[in-house]
């Protein structure tokens, strides 16, 4: 095997050190590290206008789509569209950020999204049907990743309380897992790690508590459109309590159950992303402090504004009580 030389941390562009892909990028992914930083494309656009390859053809303001005004309004403006559409985490199509080019692969016409285990009512749904079922609305909320950088961004989608009610989990179910897309022979993130293979798919999970809480949130769409692929197209998880890795994009599956499921991230690493996964400034990483984070606000200054981080990302109110 040949030795590829590891780059010291101060030879990574900034902008592309992805601490969640360390595993894997060490020795075998070295390259999508090094890659072009997101500064180079952000700076060849003229204007803020989002390229049109970027967003979906179904205009979600059709459906007359209105803002909560319980969560229209976050103390930070939002970050610009374009910005959030090519600074992403999906490592089933890479492990560096800019992999919303190579997310254009993903499939998802004729979307289904199974929803079973221990429910009164199992059924697939086709995601037409689930955008006509459920009463669609935005939401600006606070986006924590658990690598200390962070955006507002503007989703569209419902409570997953309402999917919740609908499909009516068993006495027996305390957990829900969802499951991502995914095909092994089209992924081009990595299969497998020193530690062994990969638990792909990705796959997350939450208390059944927490997901009847009002904030946990299935987003269809982003920007007023519908959500480009790279966001995890066309249906994901948003839960703004919690960090980033807990949002599992694409989803498939949703699947209720009896004890807690293993998910991706946990079953990898489990003492650096614990299950619970709360957004919590005095409870660092093992090998990072959550104590402040870098906000990716706007393109014309983009400048990794440093921020105290929020307990429960600011979302206490709504969710404290579910931990104490
Ligand atoms: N299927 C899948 N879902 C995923 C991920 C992933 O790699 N695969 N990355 C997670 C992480 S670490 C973060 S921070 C968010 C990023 O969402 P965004 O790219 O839309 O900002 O998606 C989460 N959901
Ligand atoms: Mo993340």
């Known amino acids: 095997m040949t030795t590829i030389r590891v780059p010291k941390a101060w030879e990574i562009p900034e902008t ?6 360390i595993y894997f990028n060490r020795r075998r992914f070295l390259k999508t590290l090094v890659g072009a930083s997101i500064l180079p494309i952000l700076g060849c656009q003229s204007s803020s206008q989002p390229d049109q390859k970027l967003v979906a053809t179904i205009d979600l303001a059709k459906l007359s789509v209105k803002t909560n005004p319980a969560f229209a309004k976050v103390d930070r403006p939002i970050t610009t569209e374009l910005l959030a559409a090519r600074y992403n985490n999906y490592y089933e199509f890479g492990t560096g950020k ?3 080019q190579a997310a254009q692969s993903l499939p998802t016409e004729d979307w289904k999204v199974e929803v079973t285990g221990s429910v009164k009512n199992p059924r697939t749904y086709d995601l037409d049907d689930l955008i006509k079922k459920f009463p669609l609305e935005e939401r600006i909320y606070r986006f924590r990743c658990v690598e200390a950088w962070s955006m507002v961004l503007p989703w569209i989608g419902f409570p997953m ?11 027996k179910a305390k957990f829900v897992r969802f499951t991502s897309y995914d095909n092994p022979e089209t992924r081009v993130g990595p299969s497998w790690t020193l530690s062994g293979n990969l638990p792909w798919p990705y796959t ?11 904030l946990a949130f299935f987003a269809v769409g982003i920007y007023g459109h519908i959500l480009p692929k790279q966001h995890g197209a066309p249906i994901r998880e948003v839960v703004p309590w919690k960090y980033g890795f807990k949002g599992a994009k694409s989803i498939v599956k949703i699947e209720f159950v009896e004890s ?4 991706f991230w946990h079953t990898l690493v489990p003492d650096e992303y614990d299950f619970e996964a709360n957004v919590n400034p005095s409870k660092p990483h093992p090998r990072w402090s959550q104590a402040t984070e870098k906000f990716v606000g706007a393109v014309k200054d983009f400048s990794w504004e440093k921020r105290d981080t929020l ?14």
């Open 204 to 214: 997350e999970s939450l208390t059944l508590a927490e997901m009847a809480n009002d």
């Open 16 to 21: 592309e050190v992805t601490p969640e892909a």
């Open 161 to 171: 309380k309402l999917l919740m009610a609908e499909v009516e989990p068993t006495s």
């Open 311 to 324: 307990p429960y990302n600011g979302y206490g109110e709504y969710v404290a009580s579910l931990y104490s």
């Open 98 to 100: 800019s992999i919303w």
């Open 260 to 263: 807690q499921p293993s998910t």
